[in-house]
């Protein structure tokens, strides 16, 4: 066989191979292309909403965390702020019971200014298993998720109305409460729970500057809570820890 015989085969196959190549080339770039291309956009999306929630100014939140708010507003990647309804999203906003107020406005034309007033909690109730934050028109602002820890907790059997209201029950104990720790702060702030028993019994709770629990009786007057107050007062200067204090006589017993 001839030299030239030998040649020949090699030179049709090289042909071939290059197409191969080329073409395995060219669905290496197509795909290439296509990733870049939704990368590019997933990126983008997330970039948006990135530059979104950054040029969005959030005042007057306490309890509620950014990200909170954020989900709340219902802010989608892609959008600028002039494709959202301000009103909508107040409304939005509004609906939730820790939020009391809500101001949304542009201070320019790439930024937004929220301004939120939370309902403050005045009482955590404990009833029903579960633990309530009320605010002082006895609305509900939370069911089993206390974020307010500086008021003292209210346990007994009161009755959650339809709409997120407290019973009247709960309403006149409170108030009776209020009225008589109105005048000594300091000393509201040493209690950590108040309890109405079934049988009308009345249970107070100090944690400082010692855990004592105090039985009350049926009623809680600015007597018992004088008496109360020259307690803590009598056991402070004697340094003497005390479990259980009874005001429900005359005089104060404790143990």
Request: proline content about 2%; charged content about 30%.
């Amino acid at each position: 066989m001839s030299e030239e015989e030998l040649d020949l085969p090699l030179e049709q196959e090289q042909p071939m191979r290059w197409k191969i190549v080329l073409k395995i080339g060219f669905y290496l770039i197509l795909l290439s292309s296509f990733l870049y291309v939704l990368y590019d956009a997933t990126l983008g999306n997330r970039k948006l909403a990135g530059d979104l929630q950054q040029k969005l100014v959030i005042s007057g939140h306490d309890k509620l965390e950014k990200k909170e708010i954020l989900e709340l507003m219902g802010l989608q990647p892609g959008l600028q702020i002039r494709d959202y309804d301000l009103d909508e999203i107040e409304e939005k906003l509004k609906k939730h019971p820790r939020i009391q107020d809500v101001t949304l406005a542009k201070r320019a034309k790439d930024t937004l200014l929220l301004s939120i007033v939370e309902r403050k909690a005045e009482y955590i109730v404990n009833t029903n298993n579960s633990l309530y934050e009320v605010d002082k028109d006895m609305n509900l602002i939370s069911i089993g998720e206390v974020r307010d820890h500086s008021v003292f907790v209210i346990s007994g059997d009161f009755e959650i109305r339809e709409g997120n209201k407290i019973g009247s029950k709960f309403l006149a104990f409170s108030q009776s409460i209020y009225k008589i720790f109105s005048s000594k702060p300091r000393l509201k702030e040493r209690i950590s729970e108040i309890s109405l028993g079934s049988d009308g019994e009345i249970t107070l709770y100090i944690f400082n500057p010692f855990r004592i629990k105090v039985l009350i009786g049926e009623s809680l007057d600015k007597k018992k809570v004088r008496k109360l107050y020259a307690s803590l007062a009598f056991f402070e200067k004697k340094n003497r820890r005390v479990k259980l204090l009874d005001l429900r006589g005359d005089d104060a017993v404790y143990h």
